[in-house]
């Protein structure tokens, strides 16, 4: 056999090998390629955007919670305030009873303190006619000496 022959009958074949492959077998293969390279990137953009997402969601969270802690001072601080005004309202409406008691009080012994004036004028009134009674030797009548007895005890 002679090995041009071969040589060319294997170039023959590889040239139809290399068509075929290059007809059937290449384009099949540049597609999977291609379509291989393009679900990589957009797996990798879609994991992009899972980061940025991600980012995204912590300083919205932080944010959150932010926020949660400042309204959260703020109740305190008011619930703080309300609780100083509710003590200063108590002590003001307590010091405010007691002044009215401590009136009230007063209006009361001042009340007792005539009664008794009064009770201690009679009582001096008639001491006053029993006395007349005693020294005069004889009967002094209450009603007729009315106004003489009630100076006397207005002076007492």
Same mark, same amino acid.
């Given at each position: $056999?002679?090995i041009n022959v071969t040589l060319f009958w294997q170039m +023959? ?7 075929? /492959? ?18 990589? !990137? ?8 899972g980061q940025q997402a991600e980012e995204e969601g912590r ?11 400042? =309204? ?6 008011? !619930? ?5 005004? #509710? +003590? ?16 009230? !009080? =007063?209006?009361? #012994?001042?009340?007792? $303190?005539?009664? !008794? ?6 009582? +001096? ?12 030797g004889r009967e002094v009548d209450a009603k007729a000496h /009315? ?10």
């Amino acid at each position: $056999m002679n090995i041009n022959v071969t040589l060319f009958w294997q170039m +023959v074949f590889f040239a139809i090998f290399v068509w075929f /492959s290059y007809k059937y077998v290449w384009a099949p293969i540049l597609t999977a390629i291609n379509a291989r390279k393009a679900t990589i !990137a957009d797996g990798l953009a879609a994991a992009d955007k899972g980061q940025q997402a991600e980012e995204e969601g912590r300083k919205a969270a932080e944010q959150v919670v932010n926020e949660a802690k400042a =309204q959260a001072s703020e109740i305190i601080s008011k !619930a703080e305030k309300t609780g100083s005004e #509710i +003590v200063e309202d108590a002590k003001a409406k307590a010091v405010s009873e007691g002044n009215r008691i401590t009136t009230a !009080a =007063q209006d009361e #012994i001042q009340t007792e $303190m005539n009664k !008794a004036r009064e009770s201690l004028r009679g009582q +001096v009134g008639e001491l006053a006619v029993q006395g007349a009674r005693q020294i005069l030797g004889r009967e002094v009548d209450a009603k007729a000496h /009315s106004d003489l007895l009630d100076k006397l005890a207005s002076k007492l």
